[in-house]
């Protein structure tokens, strides 16, 4: 789970592997997309990282990061190909 700031959604990654928002007032449900296959037990665990604009979606079995827009419900931005597995997931600048 993370939160994007002031008037901005909850997120959340579901054992699912679906990203879901939720308003952080009413709690309701503002958008959900599929994007990665139901988690295995004991597989490395998927991340979510969010900034000022985006959330970042760690895939450890796809070996891929995936770039999420929480303004524009839930739209996969580009996928980032590692050609290994993350696991872990930070992100810097500004």
Do not use: C
């Not at 789970?1 to 959340?12: E, F, R, S, T």
């Not at 679906?18 to 952080?24: F, G, L, N, V």
């Not at 958008?31 to 991340?47: I, V, Y």
């Not at 979510?48 to 770039?67: C, F, K, L, N, W």
Request: charged fraction near 25%; glycine fraction near 10%; hydrophobic fraction near 35%.
């Amino acid at each position: 789970m993370n939160a994007v700031g002031a008037d901005g959604p909850v997120l959340v990654l579901g054992t699912d592997g679906t990203p879901r928002s939720y308003d952080p007032e009413s709690g309701g449900a503002l958008g959900e997309t599929e994007l990665l296959d139901a988690l295995k037990p004991r597989a490395p665990r998927p991340m979510i990282q969010v900034d000022t604009a985006r959330a970042y979606v760690s895939d450890p079995a796809g070996q891929a990061i995936h770039e999420i827009d929480y303004n524009d419900d839930l739209r996969r931005a580009r996928t980032f190909e590692l050609g290994f597995s993350p696991a872990h997931l930070v992100e810097t600048g500004w």
